[in-house]
């Protein structure tokens, strides 16, 4: 195998290796090389101790980011390289860190501490890949295998057990099959990571391309950290338009769903509040009626215990809230929504309701795709004609009101009607229409 390293990582491989050192790319800028796809990163392992690599690169900008295990990022050319040392690892005490670490000039040792084959494989121009645990075989078959015992892998970072899921989704690899059973084995040392680092390795595996098959023969691990979609497993829905229990609904939504980490979380969440509304008619069928409100109040605690941004939280919430809405197919309620609810939010739960039936029964799915087809195209005329759809993208505003004689509530009165007007399609947002609509609707409140 041979690799087309960009010019500012060769000039940070010839100067450590100028100054009597040894020095490897490593680890996943390897791993996609291998697998054909263009680095996001660059790093890089050497025997040159940490201090040596400060003076080393002394000309360049040196941030010492982990300068403890090692490592500093180096700046050449805008890029940022992280160089560390090679090392071996000392006790794991918080499931997390190395207590210690000690520096070697062996590149197999240093491999040995890492998390799987696919990510212990380092190359150097000159020599080559040094792959001592087979992970470009690994990677050949797509293939996730710890490096060594797995329970010990991942007793030494739980981090290492959510990565493991992660890398089958986005990669599209099977987990072998000894490294599968210490991944639901170990799921409880997951309470040990912080929530920031599980709601990232959680987004990425949402947006992975096998995430339908992971989240399918992993839910141990999902449910491990969001405990609440435990109780959506094997839940029967008792309706002619669900197939499938709750989980497995909600996993196909996942699936089917547009991929960004808002939407795929929302689609993840959106009916976790189910269970807590389940009722059953006379006749046996099942209802969940208000499942969206509880739903949003559910994912809001739970994104907020996952410390996602305030931002996403209101994204996804929303999303969430606004799935069961039922449109009918017309520009005046997908106007209304949109005035009321926002275009952004709407399309989020338009998103929603796509997938949500693509998971459902597919003796329905025809009737409801085309009726989300025709919403699409809806709301991209509201957006493409610029639609009024709030009072502040009306032609008149409230000095306006003021300057024809209105005062006080009737100046918001007198706003709220014609927006309402311009939104049921009766008066078009024209400046002179708008006037005179006012003047003569509020007439007598003219002073």
Same mark, same amino acid.
């Given at each position: 195998m041979r690799i087309s390293i960009p010019e500012n990582v060769k000039t940070a491989l010839d100067l450590i290796e100028r100054n009597g050192y040894s020095a490897y790319i490593v680890g996943g800028c390897v791993r996609d090389c291998a697998m054909g796809k263009e680095p996001h990163d660059w790093d890089m392992t050497t025997s040159s101790p940490p201090g040596e690599t400060e003076r080393i690169f002394s000309s360049f900008r040196v941030i010492p980011t982990g300068i403890k295990h090692g490592t500093v990022t180096v700046i050449i050319d805008g890029t940022q390289i992280e160089i560390t040392t090679m090392r071996t690892d000392g006790d794991y005490l918080d499931s997390r860190h190395p207590e210690n670490v000690s520096f070697t000039d062996d590149i197999n040792e240093d491999l040995s501490r890492r998390d799987f084959t696919i990510n212990a494989i380092a190359y150097n121009p000159a020599t080559g890949a040094i792959d001592p645990f087979g992970g470009l075989e690994d990677i050949k078959n797509r293939r996730i295998k710890c490096v060594g015992d797995p329970d010990r892998r991942f007793g030494e970072d739980a981090l290492r057990v959510l990565r493991a899921i992660r890398f089958s989704s986005v990669l599209d690899f099977e987990i072998e099959e000894k490294t599968a059973g210490s991944v639901i084995r170990n799921r409880a040392l997951l309470k040990n990571i912080s929530a920031e680092r599980k709601r990232d390795e959680l987004g990425k595996l949402l947006c992975g391309k096998n995430v339908e098959d992971v989240l399918t023969k992993y839910s141990e691990v999902i449910f491990t950290v969001i405990p609440e979609l435990e109780a959506l497993d094997g839940f029967d829905q008792r309706t002619p338009y669900h197939?499938?229990?709750?989980?497995?609904?909600?996993?196909?939504?996942?699936?089917?769903?547009?991929?960004?980490?808002?939407?795929?979380?929302?689609?993840?969440?959106?009916?976790?509040?189910?269970?807590?509304?389940?009722?059953?008619?006379?006749?046996?069928?099942?209802?969940?009626?208000?499942?969206?409100?509880?739903?949003?109040?559910?994912?809001?605690?739970?994104?907020?215990?996952?410390?996602?941004?305030?931002? /996403? =939280?209101?994204?996804?919430? @929303?999303?969430?809230?606004?799935?069961? &809405? !039922?449109? *009918? +197919?017309?520009?005046?309620?997908?106007?209304?929504?949109?005035?009321?609810?926002?275009?952004?939010?709407?399309?989020?739960?338009?998103?929603?309701?796509?997938?949500?039936?693509?998971?459902?029964?597919?003796?329905?799915?025809?009737?409801?795709?085309?009726?989300?087809?025709?919403?699409?195209?809806?709301?991209? /005329? =509201?957006?493409?004609?610029? @639609?009024?759809?709030?009072?502040?993208? &009306? !032609?008149? *505003? +409230?000095?306006?009101?003021?300057?024809?004689?209105?005062?006080?509530?009737?100046?918001?009165?007198?706003?709220?009607?014609?927006?309402?007007?311009?939104?049921?399609?009766?008066?078009?947002?024209?400046?002179?229409?708008?006037?005179?609509?006012?003047?003569?609707?509020?007439?007598?409140?003219?002073?």
């Amino acid at each position: 195998m041979r690799i087309s390293i960009p010019e500012n990582v060769k000039t940070a491989l010839d100067l450590i290796e100028r100054n009597g050192y040894s020095a490897y790319i490593v680890g996943g800028c390897v791993r996609d090389c291998a697998m054909g796809k263009e680095p996001h990163d660059w790093d890089m392992t050497t025997s040159s101790p940490p201090g040596e690599t400060e003076r080393i690169f002394s000309s360049f900008r040196v941030i010492p980011t982990g300068i403890k295990h090692g490592t500093v990022t180096v700046i050449i050319d805008g890029t940022q390289i992280e160089i560390t040392t090679m090392r071996t690892d000392g006790d794991y005490l918080d499931s997390r860190h190395p207590e210690n670490v000690s520096f070697t000039d062996d590149i197999n040792e240093d491999l040995s501490r890492r998390d799987f084959t696919i990510n212990a494989i380092a190359y150097n121009p000159a020599t080559g890949a040094i792959d001592p645990f087979g992970g470009l075989e690994d990677i050949k078959n797509r293939r996730i295998k710890c490096v060594g015992d797995p329970d010990r892998r991942f007793g030494e970072d739980a981090l290492r057990v959510l990565r493991a899921i992660r890398f089958s989704s986005v990669l599209d690899f099977e987990i072998e099959e000894k490294t599968a059973g210490s991944v639901i084995r170990n799921r409880a040392l997951l309470k040990n990571i912080s929530a920031e680092r599980k709601r990232d390795e959680l987004g990425k595996l949402l947006c992975g391309k096998n995430v339908e098959d992971v989240l399918t023969k992993y839910s141990e691990v999902i449910f491990t950290v969001i405990p609440e979609l435990e109780a959506l497993d094997g839940f029967d829905q008792r309706t002619p338009y669900h197939i499938y229990d709750i989980w497995l609904h909600t996993v196909k939504v996942v699936s089917a769903i547009k991929n960004t980490r808002e939407l795929k979380v929302a689609a993840l969440l959106h009916d976790i509040g189910k269970p807590d509304k389940f009722t059953v008619d006379e006749n046996g069928c099942g209802h969940f009626k208000g499942h969206p409100e509880v739903s949003e109040r559910m994912s809001r605690e739970i994104l907020g215990r996952l410390k996602f941004s305030n931002e /996403e =939280i209101m994204t996804i919430c @929303l999303a969430v809230r606004y799935h069961d &809405l !039922r449109p *009918d +197919g017309t520009k005046r309620q997908l106007v209304k929504w949109c005035s009321k609810y926002g275009m952004d939010n709407i399309r989020n739960a338009v998103e929603i309701m796509k997938a949500d039936a693509a998971a459902q029964n597919p003796d329905f799915f025809e009737k409801r795709n085309e009726l989300y087809r025709k919403t699409d195209l809806i709301l991209d /005329e =509201i957006k493409d004609r610029k @639609l009024c759809l709030t009072l502040k993208e &009306l !032609r008149v *505003d +409230g000095n306006d009101m003021a300057a024809m004689g209105l005062s006080g509530r009737d100046i918001g009165a007198a706003l709220e009607f014609l927006l309402d007007s311009v939104l049921d399609g009766k008066l078009d947002n024209d400046r002179k229409k708008l006037l005179s609509a006012a003047e003569s609707e509020f007439r007598s409140k003219l002073k």
